[in-house]
């Protein structure tokens, strides 16, 4: 038998070392290392992975002499996930999407696979049976009859199930599950990782085949294995929720083929995930009467313009330290916003516990929302509700002044067509003349606009 061999890998960057080091020469993170059995004698499996043709490059050659691609992209019914991806599917594209366990990524991606229409789609699952996922299948509403599955986890046997069907789709359900049978490590240790993904990243290469990941994430969030993984892929997806919410969020960190910024919104039901075209609507929460502490901001996400709702409740510190906390929208910005307060309107923020959330499981980064935070915070307050009627829309400076935000035409357009009446701007923002039936105020300073709300 041959002799049993560990390398140390590090959880971070994916470097290795003979022998377990404290700090990683390569990512210079502390305490990264960890111990993995590998060995290779099973040679025999070596070339399964090597497409028929290969265009191999064998010389550099001048940029100004390679071909024009044309930019082909697989469509997808799924508009919400073709956004997010920049316009469907690239040919050749890994695309690695995380999420929680039971957030719904096996249900999103066999959505994804029944969608298609002549186009052969093979779902890998090292996760579930056959019979567990064809269950699956019929609760959803689509049908797909080029659909294949496999219930495998060695790469050098799905290596050759790759090579006798020739998908134009794969999807693997999970990368952690996966088990290449030249390594002896556990499956979802970084060495099985490294070598699972960098075939099936080769394969999507060399044939132009689109292959979907899906990956596990650790306690903290982060996608498991190393950090390579991510850089290795073309996409990084996460897939993100409150699992007692129905509303599921679909944001990119990553994109070799478009932008990072937009994102996607499903709502889980009986019959898997529906997209929700129009998310203003279910961001905003239904009420009866106008209560304090509740504002509407219109932000931007990607290329959609989106009304989010900011909740704050504001109440005296029972505590010599005041408590700040803040779900969807950031921490720092928050103490910022506070500060502003205090010392460009005279509100005493110091002595107040101040709580805030986004709606419907958003996190915001948008600046262009600081305006209905604050409105927020001052309406909790003075325990005085705003007109469900007004949107705001504005960033604010450090002091005080309320600056222009980018694509206001756009975030007006889509507070009038959800019937709101009336809009606080900065006055710096140049709209263009146009007549619209809602009420545009404009305000240089955060003074004015309390003047305006709280009299
Ligand atoms: P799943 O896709 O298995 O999650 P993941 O692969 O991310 O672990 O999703 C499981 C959850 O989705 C489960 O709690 C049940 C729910 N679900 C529905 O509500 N409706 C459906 O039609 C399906 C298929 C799942
Ligand atoms: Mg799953």
């Known amino acids: 038998m ?49 497409a028929q043709s290969t265009k191999s490059v064998l010389k550099p050659v001048l940029l100004a ?40 990524k096996s249900t999103l991606m066999l959505q994804i696979a029944l969608q298609f229409q002549n186009k052969k789609v093979l779902y890998i699952s090292g996760e579930e049976s056959d019979t567990q996922i064809k269950m699956r299948a019929e609760r959803l509403p689509f049908r797909n009859n080029d659909c294949y599955l496999f219930t495998e986890t060695s790469t050098q046997k799905i290596g050759k199930a790759l090579q006798e069907l020739q998908p134009d789709i794969v999807v693997i359900d999970s990368i952690q599950t996966l088990q290449s049978e030249l390594i002896d490590s556990t499956p979802g240790s970084i060495s099985q990782i490294k070598e699972t993904a960098g075939d099936l990243i080769r394969f999507a290469k060399e044939t132009g085949t689109p292959v979907f990941l899906i990956g596990h994430i650790t306690k903290d969030g982060a996608l498991a294995g190393p950090k390579l993984l991510e850089h290795m ?21 990553k994109n070799r083929f478009g932008s990072t910024s937009e994102i996607g919104i ?73 500060a502003i307060l205090e010392k460009k309107c005279g509100l005493r923020m110091g002595m107040q516990d101040v709580f805030i959330n986004i709606t419907g499981g958003l996190r915001v980064e948008d600046p262009g929302i600081d305006l209905g935070v ?23 400076g450090l002091s005080g002044e309320i600056r222009a935000v ?48 709280f009299g």
């Open 2 to 50: 041959a002799k049993t061999q560990t390398t140390f890998f590090c959880k971070n960057c994916g470097a290795s070392s003979p022998k377990w080091v404290g700090k990683c020469n390569s990512c210079g993170e502390w305490n990264t290392y960890t111990e993995e059995v590998i060995h290779k004698d099973k040679p025999e499996y070596k070339k399964t992975w090597k």
């Open 374 to 396: 604050i409105a927020a915070i001052v309406s909790s307050y003075q325990n005085v509700p705003i007109d469900n009627k007004i949107t705001f829309i504005g960033e604010v």
């Open 65 to 104: 002499d390679v071909e024009h691609g044309i930019d082909f992209r697989y469509e997808l019914k799924d508009l919400e996930l073709s956004r997010v991806l920049g316009g469907g599917i690239v040919p050749g594209s890994v695309i690695l999407i995380g999420g929680e366990p039971g957030i719904g």
């Open 233 to 253: 892929v073309d996409t990084v997806l996460q897939f993100e929720g409150d699992r007692n919410h129905v509303y599921r969020i679909l944001l990119t960190t």
């Open 266 to 338: 499903y709502e889980m039901h009986g019959e898997g995930l529906r997209e929700v075209s129009n998310p203003s609507e279910i961001l905003i929460s239904q009420r009866d009467e106008n209560l304090s502490g509740i504002a509407i901001s219109a932000t931007i996400e990607g290329l959609r313009p989106l009304l989010i709702e900011t909740q704050a409740l504001v109440s005296t510190a029972a505590y010599g330290t005041p408590q700040r906390n803040s779900n969807g929208y950031d921490a720092k910005r928050l103490n910022m916003l506070l």
């Open 406 to 453: 980018s694509r206001i035409e756009q975030r007006i357009s889509e507070a009038e067509k959800l019937g709101f009446t009336t809009v606080y701007i900065s006055k710096f923002n140049k709209l263009p003349k146009q007549k619209s039936n809602i009420t545009i105020v404009e305000l240089s300073k955060l003074e004015e606009m309390l003047n305006y709300l």
